[in-house]
């Protein structure tokens, strides 16, 4: 394995989870149970996946996606 492409792989990991951290509530939950914190890491994680589709689709002029549709 190239070290400099696990370098520069470590950098978007840490983004995603600093964006996660301010957008999607990632850091706001305090650790009790092993399965309570899996659901809401992967809430988590999908909750910030879903803003940033939405905020590129926005962007690109296509109108945000609903939650009724």
Not at 3 to 11: E, F, P, Q
Not at 25 to 49: C, F, K, N
Request: charged fraction near 20%.
């Amino acid at each position: 394995m190239d070290l400099t492409r696990i370098a520069g792989s470590r950098w978007a990991v840490e983004e995603c989870f600093q964006q996660a951290k301010g957008q999607a509530g990632l850091d706001e939950y305090q650790v009790r149970d092993w399965r309570a914190w899996h659901a809401h890491i992967t809430l988590s994680m999908a909750a910030l996946a879903w803003i940033v589709v939405a905020r590129n689709a926005t962007t690109k002029g296509e109108p945000a996606a609903t939650a009724g549709r």
